[in-house]
């Protein structure tokens, strides 16, 4: 990227490609910004669009690849079936990075219960049309596992690796089973629910892939990922009604019995960045580090229990 995209840029660029009637009434402004990618939010007459330039050099993630046209796929046809809000433009930006934007009608409210959550990521999870294109995932317990144990021997000389070793679940514990693909989200919490005029829609598709439906149940309750996102990890009693209102009972059961699995590679996700950005993004680092250790502290208790 030779130029930061201003926001002055922006909205001249955006004022070529939004059907928006009355621009001198409409009001863009920044919004936080992640590892990945920019936001920006333009209030336009009963309308909200959201921005979102995309960072290059993070196709490559060992857990997480930031993958723009899986998002702009996804969107495009999960907006379809009232999963997504609208996919408005996905286009190169003024300064050569790919820009995303994404819209809808806003809510009176932008409170989403936990029974709400699952009741969409349930009725995602049971939507059989294909999105192609998308990358495929670890899916199942030992995929799952070895892929934590992958990231793991990048950092081999890692003290806080070797005792994270000590919690990994036994690949005995699960017996060997076929799983059946389906697109999974892979990064599903409150912080990528989005309350619309139309009902909760399901944003933040860059890391999508085709894996286990399990895979989000598994970030839904993982105290890691919440952290990552700004947010308080659930109460057991928020995790208790989200399990008893997913609708698939066979998915949940076998969330009950894969869960170690996907935190602790989670865990193993977060200590391999905490390690590798200590020196070129030290909050970055401290950020994963939190996260790690609240993973840790579920699967101590998982494994006392």
């Given at each position: 990227?030779s130029e930061r995209l201003s926001d ?211 970030c839904f309750v993982s105290p890691g ?81």
């Amino acid at each position: 990227m030779s130029e930061r995209l201003s926001d002055t840029q922006l909205l001249a660029f955006l004022r070529t490609r939004l059907p928006v009637a009355d621009w001198s009434a409409a009001c863009l402004r920044p919004l936080p910004v992640n590892y990945t990618s920019r936001f920006w939010r333009l209030d336009a007459v009963e309308r909200v669009y959201v921005i979102k330039e995309f960072f290059p050099g993070n196709e490559d993630n060992p857990l997480y690849p930031t993958l723009p046209q899986q998002e702009a796929d996804a969107l495009n046809v999960l907006a379809r079936h009232a999963l997504a809000p609208d996919l408005e433009a996905f286009v190169t930006s003024p300064t050569g990075t790919p820009l995303l934007v994404y819209g809808y009608d806003p809510a009176k409210s932008d409170e989403i219960d936990v029974g709400e959550a699952a009741d969409l990521i349930g009725r995602f999870a049971a939507l059989k049309q294909a999105i192609p294109g998308h990358q495929t995932v670890p899916s199942g317990f030992h995929e799952v596992l070895a892929r934590g144990d992958a990231m793991l021997a990048t950092i081999p000389d890692s003290r806080k690796a070797a005792n994270l070793k000590r919690l990994r679940p036994a690949d005995t514990l699960v017996g060997q089973r076929a799983v059946e693909r389906s697109l999974v989200h892979r990064s599903f919490c409150l912080g990528t629910i989005l309350a619309t005029a139309g009902g909760a829609r399901l944003i933040d598709w860059q890391y999508a892939g085709l894996g286990d439906p399990v895979e989000d149940i598994a970030c839904f309750v993982s105290p890691g990922l919440a952290t990552l996102y700004g947010l308080h990890p659930l109460v057991a009693h928020a995790e208790d009604l989200f399990l008893k209102h997913y609708p698939d009972r066979d998915t949940v059961g076998r969330f009950l019995e894969e869960r170690g699995a996907y935190h602790w590679r989670l865990a193993a996700y977060c200590l391999l960045r905490q390690e590798t950005l200590t020196h070129s993004n030290a909050p970055a680092a401290r950020a994963y580090g939190r996260a790690l250790e609240e993973e840790v502290d579920l699967l101590l208790r998982l494994k006392n229990r």
